[in-house]
T-cell receptor, first 118, second 109 residues
Framework: GAVVSQHPSWVICKSGTSVKIECRSL??????MFWYRQFPKQSLMLMAT?????????EQGVEKDKFLINHASLTLSTLTVTSAHPEDSSFYIC??????????????FGPGTRLLVL | RKEVEQDPGPFNVPEGATVAFNCTYS??????FFWYRQDCRKEPKLLMS???SGNEDGRFTAQLNRASQYISLLIRDSKLSDSATYLC??????????FGSGTKLNVKP
């Protein structure tokens, strides 16, 4: 149990386009979803935390108008990178925690989305 | 000061060796502790939670020292497949998790 999927797994796009990444919890209800970014050889950097039905909480330095997060249901959160630029190229990973007691404490990660902006 | 600090390594050890990593955390109110494993270009995967009483899973043993605010991970009989980056994660409410920068382990034949 506690499987999280992400789609797409990789994206190559032109500079200026917007890219939407989906994060789904497949077998549990995710009360909270987290979005991370990871550059090569660096640690995970939390971008934002989202709770179902409410606005996402963004970390300092993350532009909320550039990285739009929607958490419309207990199984789906989306991250849209608007007007992507080459410096947005990165590995984007989502994670989720769930309603059930055993799922509250632990983050379950999606497989990540590799974004390359040309 | 970072919330969670780890020695980045790399730790280069031969197969069969025992290796240990430590991770320190700054918030004494931290409640939950985890070790994750991340392979190159992959997402982190939960290795084990760390409880006050310690936790053992096969060759892996995790310990928590609240007084000194650190957690440890011990790997016995290292395998080549243990080569990865090990991430320490700390949470003091279930809405916020802090990651260490990871400790890289290379197990060599």
């Amino acid at each position: 149990g506690a499987v999280v999927s992400q789609h797409p797994s990789w994206v190559i796009c032109k500079s200026g386009t917007s890219v939407k990444i989906e994060c789904r919890s497949l077998d549990f209800q995710a009360t909270t979803m987290f979005w991370y970014r990871q550059f090569p050889k660096q640690s995970l950097m939390l971008m934002a935390t989202s709770n179902e039905g409410s606005k996402a909480t963004y970390e300092q330095g993350v532009e909320k108008d550039k990285f739009l997060i929607n958490h419309a249901s207990l199984t789906l959160s989306t991250l849209t990178v608007t007007s992507a630029h080459p410096e947005d190229s990165s590995f984007y990973i989502c994670s989720a925690t769930g309603l059930a007691a055993r799922l509250q404490e632990t983050q379950y990660f999606g497989p990540g989305t590799r974004l390359l902006v040309l | 000061r970072k919330e969670v600090e780890q020695d980045p390594g790399p730790f280069n050890v031969p197969e069969g060796a025992t290796v240990a990593f430590n991770c320190t955390y700054s918030n004494s109110a931290s409640q939950s502790f985890f070790w994750y494993r991340q392979d190159c270009r992959k997402e982190p995967k939960l290795l084990m939670s760390v409880y006050s009483s310690g936790n053992e899973d096969g060759r892996f043993t995790a310990q928590l020292n609240r007084a000194s605010q650190y957690i440890s991970l011990l790997i016995r009989d290292s395998k080549l497949s243990d080569s990865a980056t090990y991430l320490c994660v700390v949470s003091y409410n279930f809405n916020k998790f802090y990651f260490g920068s990871g400790t890289k382990l290379n197990v060599k034949p």
